[in-house]
């Protein structure tokens, strides 16, 4: 387990990495509700770092203002589709340049509440390395609607099973915080982050227990997409999902393949 023993007057930094691509209609309400959160976390240093896959709406104009103004806010202009490039290169900005102390993932558009984030950073400072926000714990609320509910609980029931994975009951969303050392402890080689579905998503979760973090769920609100439009494309997700959970489980019953 890692430790964040820093000196005692030094704030932790933790860097909110949001990847982007068209959410003008919820950027810079969802920039100020993150940094609001500020509030709640006293001691930490927060930033939220929107990594833009180079949308053709007005995403980055609103962030470049913000960040004039801010300092708090950051943008990284990511040039190649894709959430899994959007993440990398936010999560190297903010140990690059922020030195983050503490990495937090999650989406822009209002389905993660901000109100979760300081929840999740406190699992780290109680010494987990990874916290993870689930729907599937005590205390959460999943306002989805039900054809989605039924979909995210198969997705993620048969990927544990397959994988044989017991420690989290959620592994798609992306809304998790984890420090510093668990995410340079981690393979990165072995996350597929240029794939155009969302499937480095759950990949990053996996790798990242694999490679012995110490993780938590919190509880955690979902809700559903209320401004702008979903680039979830679902079967090329589910279609990777699976073949992910077909190799892996082949692995764990007869060694590597491909
Ligand atoms: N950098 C980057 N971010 C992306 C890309 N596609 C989606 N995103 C962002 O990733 C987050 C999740 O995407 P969504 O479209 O909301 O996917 P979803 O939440 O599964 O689908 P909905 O429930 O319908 O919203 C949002 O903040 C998107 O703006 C991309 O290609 N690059
Ligand atoms: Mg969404």
């Not at 190649?80 to 340049?97: H, P, S």
């Not at 990949?203 to 769920?217: D, F, P, Q």
Request: aromatic residues 6%.
């Amino acid at each position: 387990m890692s430790t964040m023993t820093l000196a005692s007057s030094a704030p932790r930094v933790i860097a909110v990495v949001c990847p982007t691509y068209d959410e003008q209609e919820n950027i810079e309400e969802f920039v100020s509700a993150v940094l609001a959160e500020q509030a709640n976390l006293p001691g930490d240093e927060l930033h939220v770092v929107v990594a833009d896959a180079h949308s053709p709406d007005r995403t980055q104009a609103i962030v470049q203002a913000l960040a004039r103004t801010d300092p708090g806010v950051h943008l990284v202009d990511v040039r190649e589709r894709g959430i899994g490039m959007g993440l990398r290169a936010g999560f190297d900005y903010a140990l690059d340049t922020l030195h983050a102390d503490v990495l937090v993932e999650m989406d822009a558009d209002f389905q993660h509440s901000p109100a979760d984030i300081p929840r999740l950073v406190h699992a780290l400072h109680d010494g987990a390395d990874l916290a993870v926000g689930s729907r599937f714990v005590a205390g959460s609320v999943n306002r989805m609607p039900l054809y989605r509910k039924v979909l995210s609980a198969g997705a993620n029931q048969l990927i544990r099973v397959m994988l044989g994975l017991h420690g989290v009951t959620e592994i798609t969303t992306s809304y998790r915080a984890f420090t510093r050392a668990a995410y340079l402890r981690l393979d990165r080689g072995s996350v597929p982050w240029h794939e155009k579905s969302f499937v480095a998503v759950p990949i990053l979760l996996v790798r990242m227990i694999e490679s012995g973090a110490h993780a938590t769920e919190i509880s955690m609100t979902m809700h559903p997409r209320a401004r702008g439009y979903s680039k979830m494309i679902y079967l090329r997700y589910m279609r990777d999902i699976l073949w992910f959970g077909v190799k892996s489980c082949w692995e764990r019953l007869r060694g590597p393949v491909l």
